[in-house]
């Protein structure tokens, strides 16, 4: 495509994706304040535009409110896991992200048991968000002490956090209430008012730390050595970088399960690199890649009756199939800028 004009759609694209992000925060939030003023009828039209939307798609599912808390949810992670995604990917660190899916899983185990065992009755994101932070710490912590190949320390702890949650569910398994696949495989039904708030919050956080902190991570991304030499605290911004991981990746849990949740952190970023020519671009179309990947996934949930997590990986893969083939070469260089 033509540069003169690919730049200005990407930057139509770009501004489409943060008006959509907008508009669903918008709903997250009233529905957080149905009850108060004006919110209430607010809320109302959404579900009224969702009825004139189903009659003209012949759906029934945006009439409900539930589906607009799992587009709301699905179309932020379209946003920040491939924001996030894009460090990870050009540091050669995709396994981090299913790493701490699997610290997640972990966590969710410990809330259920707790939930199941005891009068606690908090939230299970919150205790998989409290275990996947500790997990990117103990991460962080393992790399910097320890004379181990970079992955070692990523692939100990994935495999061990799997392992302390299957044992805990397999503790738990007689109990009443403890039911771990709706966190394994995901599920539109499964995102509660609460999660999706979450949601909100932190990709708002997320979007403000890298928008602050862009020039450092791409610093450390690209010339770490350098980085360390210029006296920038490397440690730090990479603890930053993989705890904001951790929190896309608990957020992401939702629709996509811990099984499918690293997908959104690497296939848009993979794609976008295969047609850019930056590190800012490519930044730019794996948000656009994303977010095609979560409207095209749920359209063919909705139609075909499927999953949203697997339908939204498969459109995010045939996304990446298409940049391949419209690649006009295999290897260049990508300038930083």
């Known amino acids: 495509m033509n540069g003169s004009l690919r730049r200005p759609l990407e930057l139509v694209g770009i501004g489409l994706t943060a008006l959509l992000a907008v508009i669903m925060i918008a709903f997250v939030g ?3 304040l149905r009850g108060y ?7 109302d039209q959404f579900i009224i535009f969702g009825q004139w939307m189903d009659v003209y798609l012949g759906t029934n599912v945006f009439s409900y409110g539930f589906m607009w808390r799992s587009v709301a949810t699905a179309v932020l992670i379209g946003i920040v896991a491939p924001l996030v995604g894009t460090y990870l990917v050009h540091r050669e660190m995709a396994l981090i992200g299913e790493t ?9 185990a410990v809330g259920l048991l707790f939930t199941t065992t005891t009068d606690w009755d908090g939230s299970l994101l919150t205790a998989a968000l409290v275990v996947g932070v500790l997990g990117a710490l103990g991460v962080q912590w393992l790399t910097e002490r320890t004379n181990t190949y970079g992955d070692v320390p990523i692939a100990i702890m994935l495999t061990g956090s ?11 398994r007689g109990l009443s209430g403890v039911n ?12 509660t008012t609460g999660g999706s708030q ?12 890298v928008a602050v902190t862009y020039k450092q991570l791409l610093f450390i991304t690209f010339d770490e050595q350098a980085a360390r030499v210029a006296r920038l605290n490397v440690t730090w911004y990479n603890t930053l970088l993989i705890v904001m991981t951790a929190v896309v ?3 992401a849990m939702q629709i996509l399960g811990v099984i499918l949740v690293a997908a959104m952190l690497v296939i848009p970023v993979a794609a976008a690199s295969q047609i850019s020519h930056s590190f800012r671009e490519t930044l730019i179309l794996s948000i656009l890649f994303g977010q095609l ?3 095209g996934g749920y359209g063919i949930a909705i139609h075909q009756g499927l999953p949203p997590g697997g339908s939204i990986v498969v459109a995010a893969i045939i996304i990446y199939l298409f940049a391949i083939f419209g690649s006009s070469q295999s290897i260049s260089a990508l300038s930083t800028h």
């Open 249 to 251: 990746v608990v957020g």
């Open 37 to 43: 003023g004006y919110a209430e009828g607010l809320y």
């Open 180 to 191: 771990i696949e709706e966190y394994l495989f995901g599920s539109a039904a499964y995102v």
């Open 100 to 108: 701490l899916a699997h610290t997640a899983f972990a966590g969710v």
């Open 198 to 209: 979450l949601m909100a919050v932190l990709s708002l956080v997320v979007v403000a730390i």
């Open 162 to 172: 799997f392992a302390v949650g299957t044992l805990i569910i397999s503790y738990g």
């Open 293 to 295: 990947s979560v409207l």
């Open 30 to 32: 009233l529905e957080w």
